[in-house]
């Protein structure tokens, strides 16, 4: 049986903002698939966080092409629970997708080339049921590739019907210059950036951040919370049920030191006294960088999205919080 949204889904239009200087809003908060909706996790706990997202008034839902694992998973369970619960909401929803990172075997199942970004779309619309896509990502350069080969891949999507807008991730500034330039002159405006930006990783504002304002770019800042660093997980130690104590692929043992740790409790005392958790800390602190649109944001747990939503009530700092946080993370 098909799922019927909250009534009050809509209640905080404030929630939505515009994407650069598109016509397009995205909320504040949209929920990543990249971890829990793969093979292994549970199909009922993964239908509930996307739905409950949805109640929450969160209409953008992203993804890759191999976000799993497997890679295609995460891509087949949100098909199929837009197919059996959202169907009739597909108007509300903003899809995104990327194509960038090794998918399939041999030499067209990588990076940037035409072939691979085109073919990695239609296997993308397969597997989520779709006509199209809202938002088709180049999800990284590729020194081997010319970027008018992998902008013009992107402009035929769009010119095709099967992607609305073009967006890039993971591009330096002058990469993201460039793109933005063959995007526009192929008549496929470049909408979005998606980079990874946290307290602890703040690499975009080497210039980034200045070039997506230049060019009317809006930022989707991936890893808000640094894989959960930037949350009340590690504060004593490392949880066996945690990121790390599980799973060290993303975020290893030996990172967590004891200096980074008297960091994460610093913020958090500062966060606290904000009436915030830290996570919802961090991510009000990326909502006030002008630049940002939208913070994705993961999720074991639909109490989880719930808590993230708390950072959107209170994303103003004062320039005393913001100089106090400066010094908690230059010691």
């Given at each position: 049986?098909?799922?019927?949204?909250?009534?009050?889904?809509?209640?905080?239009?404030?929630?939505?903002?515009?994407?650069?200087?598109?016509?397009?809003?995205?909320?504040?908060?949209?929920?990543?698939?990249?971890?829990n909706?793969?093979?292994?996790?549970?199909?009922?706990?993964?239908?509930?966080?996307?739905?409950?997202?949805?109640?929450?008034?969160?209409?953008?839902?992203?993804?890759?092409?191999?976000?799993?694992?497997?890679?295609?998973a995460?891509e087949?369970?949100?098909?199929?629970?837009l197919r059996?619960?959202l169907?009739?909401?597909?108007?509300?929803?903003?899809?995104?997708?990327?194509?960038g990172?090794?998918?399939?075997?041999?030499?067209?199942?990588?990076?940037?080339?035409?072939?691979?970004?085109?073919?990695?779309?239609?296997?993308?619309?397969?597997?989520?049921?779709?006509?199209?896509?809202?938002?088709?990502?180049?999800h990284?350069?590729?020194?081997d590739?010319?970027?008018?080969?992998?902008?013009?891949?992107?402009?035929?999507?769009?010119?095709?019907?099967?992607?609305?807008?073009?967006?890039?991730?993971?591009?330096?500034?002058?990469?993201?210059?460039?793109?933005?330039?063959?995007?526009?002159?192929?008549?496929?405006p470049?909408?979005?950036?998606?980079?990874?930006?946290?307290?602890?990783?703040?690499?975009?504002?080497?210039?980034?951040?200045?070039?997506?304002?230049?060019?009317g770019?809006?930022?989707?800042?991936?890893?808000?919370?640094?894989q959960?660093?930037?949350?009340?997980r590690?504060?004593?130690?490392?949880p066996?049920?945690?990121?790390?104590?599980?799973?060290?692929?993303?975020?290893?043992?030996?990172?967590?030191?004891?200096?980074?740790?008297g960091?994460?409790?610093?913020?958090?005392?500062?966060?606290?006294?904000?009436?915030?958790?830290?996570?919802?800390?961090?991510?009000?602190?990326?909502?006030?960088?002008?630049?940002?649109t939208s913070?994705?944001?993961?999720?074991?747990?639909?109490?989880?999205?719930?808590?993230?939503?708390?950072?959107?009530?209170?994303?103003?700092?004062?320039?005393?919080?913001l100089?106090?946080?400066?010094?908690?993370?230059?010691?």
């Open positions: 049986m098909s799922h019927q949204p909250a009534s009050t889904r809509y209640d905080h239009p404030g929630l939505y903002r515009p994407c650069g200087r598109s016509g397009l809003k995205l909320p504040a908060l949209s929920l990543g698939l990249w971890h909706f793969g093979g292994a996790d549970q199909p009922a706990n993964s239908r509930a966080l996307i739905l409950r997202a949805f109640d929450l008034g969160i209409t953008h839902f992203d993804l890759a092409n191999n976000y799993g694992p497997p890679a295609g995460a087949e369970t949100f098909g199929r629970v059996e619960d169907a009739a909401y597909r108007d509300e929803l903003i899809v995104s997708t990327k194509a990172y090794d998918m399939w075997p041999g030499p067209y199942g990588d990076h940037g080339s035409r072939k691979y970004l085109l073919a990695s779309l239609d296997q993308s619309l397969r597997r989520l049921g779709l006509a199209y896509v809202d938002i088709f990502y180049s990284r350069p590729d020194p590739t010319p970027i008018e080969e992998t902008m013009g891949a992107l402009a035929h999507a769009v010119h095709g019907g099967k992607a609305l807008y073009a967006g890039i991730s993971n591009y330096n500034p002058e990469q993201t210059a460039r793109a933005a330039k063959v995007l526009r002159d192929l008549g496929a470049c909408l979005i950036h998606q980079p990874r930006y946290n307290l602890f990783d703040r690499w975009v504002e080497g210039g980034l951040l200045e070039v997506l304002q230049r060019e770019i809006g930022a989707i800042a991936f890893s808000p919370l640094a959960g660093l930037l949350s009340n590690y504060l004593t130690g490392i066996a049920d945690s990121r790390a104590g599980h799973d060290p692929r993303f975020l290893r043992p030996d990172q967590i030191t004891e200096a980074k740790r960091q994460i409790r610093a913020l958090d005392g500062l966060a606290r006294v904000r009436g915030q958790s830290l996570a919802q800390m961090a991510v009000a602190w990326l909502l006030r960088q002008p630049a940002v913070v994705l944001v993961g999720a074991s747990k639909a109490s989880q999205i719930e808590d993230s939503l708390g950072a959107v009530t209170n994303a103003a700092f004062s320039t005393d919080e100089v106090r946080i400066d010094r908690i993370l230059a010691g």
